[in-house]
Structure formats: structure tokens, C-alpha cells
DNA sequence: CTGAATCCATAATGATACTG
DNA sequence: CAGTATCATTATGGATTCAG
């Protein structure tokens, strides 16, 4: 949780809501946590899934996911470098906000085509 | 859902969760949302319930929930002015994830007292 | 009461290029 | 491969004032 980059408390002290969007707000946070719900996934291998995010973009959502205790990232010492990026158990408690986002989505806005093409629970 | 506000689709067309979230983001959405889960209510109403939000961003907060189809306003013609905004259909079948939310929220940042102080099941 | 108008500060995001 | 660095742009949020 590192030092509190969310100043966004201040509905009331009670709102949880709140508290929660505030760490999957931003806007690739929800899909790289959806993602990581499939499993493990490399830098590249998550850029992939979202051609318009910079790297830059991306390091900084992963940055502050991992600051806020929701994923973990695991460095390989090696050549080429390897990084793993992984749910923990406080990002894996997300599940429920992420399927319920996904089903909302699915069912009022899945004008796009089959909704899925890689579902998490599918993938390795 | 008026002119396609949200150009935030790019992660690949079957990405619901990006799209539901994209309608839930901004500071105060979710808290409206979730405020008028417990029924109806005026423009002040709502304002006190978030102290911080000026006027200004209330309003755009919500003139972007009722573009999104979310939220109903009704504008009654009196003096002095009432308005009243309630949850549309579409906006009531974002219950799941707003409890989800709510829940993620309490279970894990919920060290803040008593959680609610205001849960919209029982207000009026 | 329910906003609209204006001005301003900062944060978020993006494009591009570069590196160990 | 997994990022950084730099620059520019846009979006977001806020303070204040005004109005029907």
C-alpha cells in the first residue's frame, strides 16, 4: 500500500466504494487485472493484449497496481531480463468486481462481436 | 448514450470489462450510483453526501451519467428550481458491481469505523 | 435551489526515441 | 525483453463568481 497515493477519501470515511474504484480506476488497470485473473503474465505478453498502451502507460499502471498490494511482481536475474507479473491474494479478491464488471459489460454494451476472444479462466 | 464519449475501447472489441468500467471512472461516479441505489434524489441531496464535490463537477459528473443512459433527470418546472435524479433500468443493473464493490471495499479497506453511516438499502 | 461561466493547477495520457 | 527519458497534449479537478 506503500504511502497513500489515494487522497480520494473524502465521500466520508465509510465509503468503501469509493476506496475501492480508487485502486482500479485509471484506464488499464481493470483489464491487466482481468487478465492476471488467466494466470501469470510477462510485460510484453500483457502489452500485447492492449495494443494502444505505451510501455510507459503500462510500467506505470503495473507500478502503482503492485504499490497497492494488488499484484506482484517477480524479477528474473537474467539475460534477456524476464518479469512476472502475478495476482496476489488481495488482487485475486477482486474477482468478483472484475466478473461483475465483465458481465455488465458483456451484457449492455457486447454489441462488439463474440465478447470474449480470450477469457482469463481459458487462457494458460 | 448520446455521441460516443467514451473512445476507450481500444483495448480489443470483446473487452467489456474496460467499457463498463469507463462508465463507472471519474472521481464521483460510483458514489452517485451507489447513492441512488437507495432511491431518488435532488442536486443538494447528493452533494452532501460528498462534501468535497463542487457544484461544477456534480453537475458534470452526472450530465455524463445521464449521457451514458445511467441515471434519469427530471426537472420539475417550480420556483425554486427542483431537480431530481434516480437510477435509470440501466443504471439499477449496475447493482452487482456497485455491491461488489462495496463489499471489496469494507472487507479490505474498511479501517475506518463502521462502514456505512449511510447504506442506500436504508435510506429513504 | 440548481446550476452555468470563467480561470487555473495539476494529473493523466500519449508519441517518440533510447537503453541495459 | 522490459523498461526509461523527454516532450507535448489533454483531461480532470478545483476556486470563485454569477444567475434564473
Keep these: 500500500m506503500a504511502k497513500a497515493r489515494h487522497s480520494r477519501f473524502d465521500c466520508n470515511p465509510g465509503c468503501s466504494v469509493e476506496a475501492a474504484i480508487g485502486l482500479i480506476d ?3 488497470k481493470s483489464i ?4 492476471l ?3 501469470t503474465m510477462r510485460f510484453n505478453e500483457i502489452r500485447r493484449t492492449m495494443l494502444n498502451c505505451t510501455p510507459r502507460m503500462l510500467t506505470k499502471q503495473l507500478r502503482e497496481l503492485e504499490e497497492d498490494g494488488l499484484i506482484v511482481r517477480k524479477v528474473y536475474a537474467q539475460v534477456p531480463p524476464k518479469v512476472e507479473y502475478s495476482l496476489s491474494e488481495l488482487g485475486r479478491s477482486m474477482e468478483p468486481i472484475l466478473s461483475a464488471l465483465k458481465r455488465w459489460g458483456d451484457a449492455n454494451i457486447g454489441l462488439y462481436g463474440k465478447p470474449q476472444g480470450h477469457d482469463p479462466r481459458e487462457a494458460t
Excluded at 491487466?32 to 487478465?35: I, K, M, R, S
Design 32 to 35: 491487466v487485472l482481468w487478465h
Design 37 to 39: 485473473l488467466g494466470g
Design 26 to 28: 485509471g484506464k488499464w
